[in-house]
Nanobody, 118 residues
């Protein structure tokens, strides 16, 4: 099992920045990749960014490229999402997730809410 706890959400004006954090514990040695997803009411959960746990390679959804940066610490217990130049359409509940294989996110945090005002 891998436990994930997000923090760092909040209310910010358009153009502002927030940094989300996700603390991973448990069987973190089994993690292949970590990702951030987001969801708004009435919509499906959307992929935002992912980072390979061993080599640090990253991937982003097109709408956040150049604005968001996913990173991890060297101890591989934390994953971050730095969000710059936020837009109202970035408003969502953001979830941290862990995968034990490519594309198979099995573990999820409880989510942290991000609200961007115009």
């Amino acid at each position: 099992q891998v436990q994930l706890v997000e923090s760092g959400g909040g209310l910010v004006q358009a153009g502002g920045s927030l940094r989300l954090s996700c603390a991973a514990s448990g069987r973190t040695f089994s993690v292949y990749a970590m990702g951030w997803f987001r969801q708004t009411p009435g919509k499906e959960r959307e992929f935002v960014a992912t980072i390979n746990w061993s080599n640090g390679s990253t991937n982003y959804v097109r709408s956040v490229k150049g604005r968001f940066t996913i990173s991890r610490d060297n101890a591989k217990t934390m994953v971050y999402l730095q969000m710059n130049n936020l837009k109202p359409e970035d408003t969502a509940v953001y979830y941290c997730a862990a995968a034990r294989g490519p594309g198979t996110y099995e573990y999820w945090g409880q989510g942290t809410r991000v609200t961007v005002s115009s």
